[in-house]
Structures are given as structure tokens and as C-alpha cells.
């Protein structure tokens, strides 16, 4: 018994909820991707939903449509929201500062790359490992 509530009483709830789809793991590690893709990569969105208690396959399947593409543009985004109409004075020092961010932020080192490399050409999309 916890907080008062019978064990059996609670299990019958949570039943009920999940048949109702009030609770389905599924559904919020989607919508917490989609929410939260725009300040966070891949790496980071998975620990946060495996901090939540999320199931590691629902996690996968969640941050695995977040495509490569997706997410070096929203990557090069960030870069270009934080170095502003002023790029720096070569594409290493850009590279160095920002590429650094969007490791911490949980992108791979290969969409940190690719989206520095956009925002230093100027481009709107650029491939990783191009």
C-alpha cells in the first residue's frame, strides 16, 4: 500500500488509463521529439525520455525519425540564431565555438559539422560528411 491506495485499486487505474490511451510511452517520446528537436539532438532527446523511464526500443523508434537531414538543418539553425549576421573570422573558429555547442546539445559530430559548414557557406541544407 502506498500513500494509501491499495495495490490492486492502482494496477485496475493504470489499466483503465492505458486503455483509454491516456498513458501510451509511445505517444509522448514521439511528442517530446517533436517538441524539443529544435534545441536538441538525437543523443540528447534519448537521454532525456530514458531519464522520464521511457522503454529503450520506444526511444529508438521516437528519435530514429528525426533523419539526418532534419537534423542538420535545425542544427544550422541554432548556429545561425547564436553567431548572428556577423560570421567569425574563419570557418575552424566557427567550427571550434559553435561546433562545440551543438555536440553538448547532443548532435553527432557529423551533423555538427555539416551544419557549421552550411552556416559558413551560407547554404540552407548541407549533407553530413559532404
Same mark, same amino acid.
Given at each position: 500500500?502506498?500513500?494509501?491506495?491499495?495495490?490492486?485499486? #492502482?494496477?485496475?487505474? %493504470?489499466?483503465?488509463?492505458?486503455?483509454?490511451?491516456?498513458?501510451?510511452?509511445?505517444?509522448?517520446?514521439? %511528442?517530446? #521529439? +517533436?517538441?524539443?528537436?529544435?534545441?536538441?539532438?538525437?543523443?540528447?532527446?534519448?537521454? &532525456?525520455?530514458?531519464?522520464?523511464?521511457?522503454?529503450?526500443?520506444? #526511444?529508438?523508434?521516437?528519435?530514429?525519425?528525426?533523419? +539526418?537531414?532534419?537534423?542538420?538543418?535545425?542544427?544550422?539553425?541554432?548556429?545561425?540564431?547564436? #553567431?548572428?549576421?556577423?560570421?567569425?573570422?574563419?570557418?575552424? &573558429?566557427?567550427? /571550434?565555438?559553435?561546433?562545440?555547442?551543438?555536440?553538448?546539445?547532443?548532435?553527432?559530430?557529423?551533423? /555538427?559539422?555539416? /551544419?557549421?559548414?552550411?552556416?559558413?557557406?551560407?547554404?540552407?541544407?548541407?549533407?553530413?560528411?559532404?
Amino acid at each position: 500500500m502506498r500513500l494509501g491506495y491499495e495495490e490492486d485499486a #492502482v494496477n485496475a487505474a %493504470l489499466t483503465t488509463l492505458i486503455e483509454l490511451g491516456y498513458i501510451d510511452d509511445a505517444t509522448f517520446a514521439d %511528442l517530446h #521529439v +517533436a517538441r524539443r528537436a529544435g534545441k536538441r539532438g538525437p543523443q540528447a532527446l534519448a537521454a &532525456e525520455l530514458a531519464a522520464r523511464g521511457v522503454d529503450r526500443e520506444l #526511444v529508438r523508434a521516437a528519435v530514429g525519425r528525426f533523419d +539526418a537531414g532534419a537534423q542538420v538543418r535545425m542544427a544550422a539553425s541554432l548556429v545561425r540564431r547564436e #553567431v548572428g549576421p556577423t560570421l567569425p573570422a574563419s570557418y575552424q &573558429e566557427l567550427l /571550434a565555438k559553435h561546433g562545440g555547442r551543438l555536440l553538448r546539445r547532443g548532435y553527432s559530430q557529423s551533423v /555538427a559539422s555539416a /551544419a557549421c559548414r552550411a552556416v559558413w557557406e551560407g547554404e540552407e541544407d548541407h549533407s553530413p560528411g559532404a
